[in-house]
Nanobody, 115 residues
């Protein structure tokens, strides 16, 4: 499975950004797709995830502000980030988990939220 991520950038607090991630390769084996982030000096953490059936899971810190969606026909997952805060600043990574519980990572994209 290969993941190609796009999006990210620099935005002022309160603004919005969108991430997209396209999967290719052994798509049939992918169940869970999601976004993780890693801020400087911190561990990588789950931001949001979505199953092939559309069930979602969000970190408490982003609930109500971020929305994850998935297009199974296009093998893409999108993270819409609204009401961004400086503490959302991090490198964001797309991830895909297969049915045999192997995780693949996309390249990281930087999100910087200025106050």
């Amino acid at each position: 499975v290969q993941l190609q991520a796009s999006g990210g950038g620099l935005v002022q607090a309160g603004g919005s950004l969108r991430h997209s991630c396209a999967a290719s390769g052994s798509i049939f084996s992918v169940n869970l797709m999601g976004w993780h982030r890693q801020a400087p000096g911190k561990q990588r953490e789950l931001v949001a995830a979505i199953t092939s059936g559309g069930s979602t899971n969000y970190a408490d810190s982003v609930k109500g502000r971020f929305t994850i969606s998935r297009d199974n026909a296009k093998n893409t997952v999108t993270l819409q980030m609204n009401s961004l805060k400086p503490e959302d600043t991090a490198v964001y990574y797309c991830a895909a988990d297969t049915i045999v519980l192997r995780r693949y990572w996309g390249q990281g994209t930087q999100v910087t939220v200025s106050s």
